[in-house]
T-cell receptor, first 114, second 113 residues
Framework: NAGVTQTPKFQVLKTGQSMTLQCAQDMNHEYMSWYRQDPGMGLRLIHYSVGAGITDQGEVPNGYNVSRSTTEDFPLRLLSAAPSQTSVYFC?????????????FGDGTRLSIL | AQTVTQSQPEMSVQEAETVTLSCTYDTSESDYYLFWYKQPPSRQMILVIRQEAYKQQNATENRFSVNFQKAAKSFSLKISDSQLGDAAMYFCAYSTGANNLFFGTGTRLTVIP
């Protein structure tokens, strides 16, 4: 199994450009989420989904959009990139939204906004 | 609001020795899970160990064990017989509700040969 796959691994954008970070999992997990990791800080939750067609905001949702049309995919969209969105982005999934479920993380996407 | 505090930005340990990483958290929930994740330079997030708040017994996974003090809201990680491969950032995290994780700011562990 591939687990959680994130693409791309690295990306450089200019301010104002749009971009979609891809996340796919092949474990038939119901729960998926996006986190960002900034220097000196832990991961912070951006958006999450407890199943296809259901999404909700996390701690830092501003400037990001998500959708969940299939169980496997959970893309993260930056509509108009800003330098403050320079970060490492992680996608994660778990079997269900029960808080005892261990989460599987992708390898991350390093995004730089110039 | 849930908060997780790791007060040790950096720690070091001699190879084969034991080290303890500290974590405190704040929550009003009665049931939740606590986790320790390891992030090596490869950037992967690797689950090390987890503990359910309702369980009195401290979790153990091989060389890794926790000291869970629910009343004090403390969740420390003990690494025994430290190995060079243990060098990494370690994050304490808390989950409740819809399995959303709240992370501390991390502790960078250096293992000295």
């Amino acid at each position: 199994n591939a687990g959680v796959t994130q693409t791309p691994k690295f990306q450089v954008l200019k301010t104002g450009q749009s971009m979609t970070l891809q996340c796919a999992q092949d474990m038939n997990h119901e729960y998926m989420s996006w986190y960002r990791q900034d220097p000196g800080m832990g991961l912070r939750l951006i958006h999450y989904s407890v199943g296809a067609g259901i999404t909700d905001q996390g701690e830092v949702p501003n400037g990001y959009n998500v959708s969940r049309s299939t169980t496997e995919d959970f893309p993260l969209r930056l509509l108009s990139a800003a330098p403050s969105q320079t970060s490492v982005y992680f996608c994660a999934s778990s079997y269900s939204s029960g808080f005892n479920q261990p989460q599987h993380f992708g390898d991350g996407t390093r995004l730089s906004i110039l | 609001a849930q908060t997780v505090t790791q007060s040790q930005p950096e720690m070091s340990v001699q190879e084969a020795e034991t080290v303890t990483l500290s974590c405190t958290y704040d929550t009003s929930e009665s049931d939740y899970y606590l986790f320790w994740y390891k992030q090596p330079p490869s950037r992967q997030m690797i689950l090390v160990i987890r503990q359910e708040a309702y369980k009195q017994q401290n979790a153990t996974e091989n060389r890794f064990s926790v000291n869970f003090q629910k009343a004090a809201k403390s969740f420390s990680l003990k690494i025994s017989d430290s190995q060079l491969g243990d060098a990494a950032m370690y994050f304490c995290a808390y989950s409740t509700g819809a399995n959303n994780l709240f992370f501390g700011t991390g502790t960078r562990l250096t293992v000295i040969p």
